[in-house]
DNA sequence: CCCCGATAGTTGAACGCTCAACTAAGCGGC
DNA sequence: GCCGCTTAGTTGAGCGTTCAACTATCGGGG
């Protein structure tokens, strides 16, 4: 039997267009902004951020990938560019050989301090300054809910 | 004198840490679901898209770049691709000589057309079955407003 | 104790995007 | 009619991501 396909309607079409054109627009510009204020793409400061905010600032790379939202390979590859910057360094797990842990250096974090300001307030200028207060509600209420249904399927 | 940073609060930072989880995870899987069942990133059948509703389904470089949110680079590059699949073919301009015209080819029309249905439904599954009416409308309001926000600044 | 499937992580190639530099053509003022 | 600024579009290098293939280790069942 053929299942017809269910097509968007024009309310939820042209939610799907307004959502893609701004979370494009909003990414590309975090993105440039912390490229050129902190030499680092936005993939990269969420691993620093998240590696800060670890106990003994370090984390088993599934983990941090983990933590990330991002694939191990992805990882793998940007951790070696962090490390190359030393801004992160790697050490052998000691409860499980075939584990890498993440550690963040002195000078990752000073990088993570000097850049945060700046990013904070992009993030705040480009979208919460745009927000009321209820909006920033109705959107981390649509956020969790979406993402927390993504896990599932 | 030095400026504070407005630092995110607690609700901030909530809203923009699930909002960057749900916007990567949906766009990372339906992102590899269209690679997988269509052959290419879903930025490519975005400018697919956008010709094919355009009259005579041709744009303007330009336009087309406007359209589908892109650099021109990077939409120079995509074309480029495009053409190569045969899907997308380039023209010249007839009222501007630096000019090119994309035009979507029949082939590409029909890859669309074969594409869509499984795309709409992955829009459908992984983002509006998880929200109700209201929430819909909410997303449509913040996002017009981030997007607005965003090409006034 | 030894398999064997699962888990941890890495690697290289292919691909897409960004950035800056470039060519070519339009256009306004003198 | 020409100069200079602007606009249209392309190009190549460098970087980040994806995907599949790979090595190494873990851990439970026989």
Same mark, same amino acid.
């Given at each position: 039997?053929?299942?017809m ?7 939820e ?18 993105d ?5 204020? $902190?030499g680092m793409?936005?993939?990269?400061y969420?691993?620093?951020v998240?590696?800060?905010?670890a106990?003994g600032?370090?984390?088993?790379m599934?983990d941090l990938?983990?933590a990330?939202?991002?694939?191990r390979s992805?990882?793998?590859h940007?951790?070696?560019?962090l ?6 360094r790697?050490e052998d797990?000691?409860t499980?050989r075939?584990g890498q842990?993440?550690?963040l ?10 850049? $945060?300001?700046?990013h904070?307030?992009g993030?705040?200028?480009h ?6 207060? $209820?909006q920033?509600?109705?959107?981390r209420?649509?956020s ?6 993504l896990?599932?399927?």
């Open positions: 039997m053929v299942v396909t269910r097509w968007l309607n024009p309310d079409q042209r939610t799907w267009r307004a959502y893609l054109t701004a979370s494009r627009a909003l990414m590309d510009t975090l440039r902004e912390l490229q050129r204020d $902190a793409p936005h993939a990269y969420e691993i620093l998240r590696l800060s905010e106990p600032r370090q984390l088993r599934s990938a983990e990330a939202g991002s694939s992805r990882l793998s940007a951790v070696a560019r490390e190359a910057a030393g801004w992160v790697r797990c000691p499980d075939r842990v993440a550690v250096t002195d000078d990752g974090f000073a990088t993570l301090a000097a850049a $945060a300001p700046g904070v307030e993030v705040r200028r979208l919460f300054d745009a927000l009321s207060p $209820a920033i509600d109705q959107l209420r649509i969790e809910t979406v993402a927390e249904h896990t599932r399927s």
